[in-house]
């Protein structure tokens, strides 16, 4: 059975910097592409940031995530990171790591969350004054 756990959420002043990380068990690593979604209070969950298997391609979703998020993998810990910088409010969310059978190839592949068969349950980040 394929578990996903991220960590590394919290409370953090605007401006700040945090790393999240999503820990997969269950299957080779390697065999996956990640992704990083977000869903904020009374919105719909939003594609933040993916990495794919094998060619290890990144994606993001644009403004005002761009430029801010870094995506990487660690195949040799099973690990996937989402490293945010320059904290928003807006960036306040629950946020979720997927794991995907697919190859990432387009923008449209890495962020369609249908493409995605295993999600974690998320890690809750808020960013304060």
């Known amino acids: 059975q394929v578990q996903l756990v991220e960590s590394g959420g919290g409370l953090v002043q605007a401006g700040g910097s945090l790393t999240l990380s999503c820990a997969v068990s269950g299957r080779t690593f390697s065999t996956y592409s990640m992704g990083w979604f977000r869903q904020a209070p009374g919105k719909e969950r939003q594609f933040v940031a993916a990495?794919?298997?094998?060619?290890?391609?990144?994606?993001y979703t644009t403004d005002p995530v761009k430029g801010r998020f870094t995506i990487n993998r660690d195949n040799a810990k099973n690990t996937v990171y989402l490293r945010i910088n320059s904290l928003e409010f807006g960036d306040t969310a629950v946020y979720y790591c997927a794991a995907a059978d697919e190859l990432l190839w387009s923008m449209q592949v890495a962020s369609r969350a249908t493409n995605y068969k295993y999600w974690g349950q998320g890690t809750q980040v808020t960013v304060s004054s």
């Open positions: 990495v794919s298997r094998s060619t290890f391609s990144t994606f």
